[in-house]
């Protein structure tokens, strides 16, 4: 049984920044990638950053570069979102996906940012930015 729990959603002005965690359980403590997804209403779920379980490399849409930054503390099966100088555009529910796709180019290989390479999911935490 796969189990991702996001929590650390709420409200923040622009600008502010905020921290999301994601508590996996079950097999998605084996998944090779675990990733941070966003989806705004009317909009489809994107790819906002991506980490490999095993060494930790990261991958980030070209939105959140610089203001982003994912992390994983892997004896409590958690990771970690934080968001810098968030702005209203930001404002999405916030998924986090657990999975197992890599690409590599010259030898570089990060986890995929990409909806269908993710099998698993949590529910999601709201951020809203004004």
């Known amino acids: 049984h796969v189990q991702l729990v996001e929590s650390g959603g709420g409200s923040v002005q622009a600008g502010g920044s905020m921290t999301l965690s994601c508590v996996a359980s079950?097999?998605?403590?084996?998944?090779?990638?675990m990733a941070w997804f966003r989806q705004a209403p009317g909009e489809e779920r994107e790819g906002v950053a991506s980490?490999?379980?095993?060494?930790?490399?990261?991958a980030y849409t070209d939105s959140v570069k610089g203001r982003f930054t994912i992390s994983q503390d892997n004896s409590k099966g958690t990771i970690l979102l934080q968001m810098n100088n968030l702005k209203p555009g930001d404002t999405a529910t916030y998924y986090c996906?657990?999975?197992?796709?890599?690409?590599?180019?010259?030898?570089?290989?990060?986890?995929?940012?990409?909806?269908?390479?993710?099998?698993?999911w949590g529910r999601g935490t709201q951020v809203t930015v004004s």
């Open positions: 980490i490999g379980r095993r060494h930790g490399t990261t």
């Open positions: 079950g097999y998605a403590l084996g998944s090779t990638c």
């Open positions: 996906a657990a999975g197992g796709t890599t690409y590599c180019s010259r030898g570089d290989c990060r986890c995929s940012v990409k909806v269908p390479d993710y099998g698993d």
